[in-house]
């Protein structure tokens, strides 16, 4: 079955740790996304990317950065942890621009102490 | 700016009886996209259902319909027959020109026996 995959399902780390999530599709889509969830909050969007070495800011990119050198790979990274980052975080794939169903991954729940 | 507004943090269905969710939205654009999600505890978000702005008829998926006024900017999905294994998280969530989901906080449904 094609997916998307996130390197973990439950991380912890401590204040001021540098920290990468990482997140691979294997359905060869263009557009890829980081989301953060918390209760009540929703998921909001950190950062997506459109094509290979492309970014843009999403509605809360401050604290966080992005790199996405294959196609397939998409890495969210935490400069500096803070506790203020323990949340689940959720990776997402679509087609292409027109195509804008989301294929999820099943999202790396991190604790930073 | 997009705004999804889901009014009901919690509900409450009957086995085998169908349950509505709310969800209303803002835009501006005429062009825009309406999505469900369920995420069940396990995490995962997993597409539900999609209707487009100039979809003549409502979107339907099995057990899933959407129940789109256009006039009064609402996409409330219903689900007829509920079943135990329904209950869950549920999130509506929109995208326009952009390439990234919108997503309203989300409505907990509990089926029961």
């Known amino acids: 079955d094609a997916k998307v995959t996130q390197s973990s399902r439950y991380l912890v780390k401590r204040t001021g740790e540098k920290v990468f999530l990482e997140c691979v599709q294997d359905?060869?889509?263009?557009?890829m996304f980081w989301y953060r969830q918390d209760p009540g909050l929703g998921l909001r969007l950190i950062y997506f990317s459109y094509d290979v070495k492309m970014k843009e800011k999403g509605d809360i990119p401050e604290g966080y950065s992005v790199s996405r050198e294959k196609k397939e790979r998409f890495s969210l990274i935490l400069e500096s942890a803070s506790t203020n980052q323990t949340s689940m975080y959720l990776c997402?794939?679509?087609?292409?621009?027109?195509?804008?169903?989301?294929?999820f991954g099943p999202g790396t729940r991190l604790t930073v102490t | 700016a997009q705004k999804i507004t889901q009014t009901q943090p919690g509900m409450f269905v009957q086995e085998k009886e169908a349950v509505t969710l709310d969800c209303t939205y803002d835009?501006?654009?005429?062009?825009?996209?309406l999505f469900w999600y369920k995420q069940p505890s396990s995490g995962e978000m997993i597409f539900l259902i999609y209707?487009?702005?100039?979809?003549?008829q409502n979107a339907t998926e099995g057990r899933y319909s959407l129940n789109f006024q256009k006039a009064r900017k609402s996409a409330n999905l219903v689900i007829s027959a509920s079943q135990l294994g329904d209950s869950a998280m549920y999130f509506c969530a929109m995208v326009n020109s952009g390439y990234a989901l919108n997503f309203g906080k989300g409505t907990s449904l509990l089926v029961t026996p």
């Open positions: 997402a794939s679509s087609l292409s621009y027109r195509t804008y169903e989301q294929y």
């Open positions: 209707q487009g702005s100039y979809d003549q």
């Open positions: 359905m060869d889509h263009e557009n």
């Open positions: 835009t501006s654009d005429p062009s825009y996209g």
